[in-house]
């Protein structure tokens, strides 16, 4: 039996005012999963006025996400933003999913002579998954030199210049990298 007075298969009102073949649900759904390991070792050796450090290390980063955006439209049971008070037609306007994994593997060098002139070297093998099999790891080297003036007796004995307490020259000269692209832009997509 049809029981009209408690029961109604159509939409009797809208309380805010929006139609309800206008009225729109518009849930987003996201999760994410990140992690990242690190790990170095340090060496450390003075020996008259000579010191040598060293450091080796490397790093793992792994990051995971999905995204779902999905729009109902048509409410059919008024005063709600559940899914359920929608027409079963479902818009999915975006759906994503993404992946990343980074590793690296580092080491410095050090050398100084006096605490005044010292040397650096740098290098870094760093890989991404935003670059093509085969093209993912990169090498990006540094070296380095400085001056510490400020040590130097001419500059201690300078009275001029007592209002300087550190000065140190240096340059360096390196490759850098970076992997902030849009992902898998190598990768044919139709």
């Known amino acids: 039996y049809n029981n009209t007075a408690l029961y109604r298969d159509s939409l009797v009102s809208v309380t805010d005012g929006v139609s309800a073949a206008n009225a729109s649900y518009e849930p987003v759904l996201s999760t994410a999963s990140r992690y990242q390991a690190n790990i170095t070792a340090n060496y450390l050796h003075s020996f008259g006025n000579h010191t040598i450090s060293a450091l080796v290390g490397g790093e793992q980063s792994e990051s995971r996400s999905e995204n779902l955006d999905a729009q109902w439209i048509g409410q059919t049971i008024p005063n709600t933003d559940e899914s359920w008070a929608f027409n079963p037609t479902v818009t999915i ?5 993404s992946e990343s994994l980074k590793q690296s593997f580092f080491g410095r060098l050090s050398y100084d002579y006096k605490k005044k002139y010292l040397i650096d ?4 093998f760093d890989a991404s998954t935003n670059f093509a099999t085969g093209k993912v790891w990169g090498f990006f080297p540094n070296v380095g030199a400085a001056w510490i003036l400020s040590e130097e007796d001419f500059f201690k004995n300078a009275r001029k210049l007592n209002f300087i307490s550190f000065l140190k020259l240096k340059a360096n000269f390196g490759l850098t990298g970076d992997d902030r692209v849009q992902d898998r832009l190598w990768q044919a997509k139709y």
């Open 93 to 97: 306007r975006s759906n994503s999913r």
């Open 121 to 124: 070297a740098v290098g870094r």
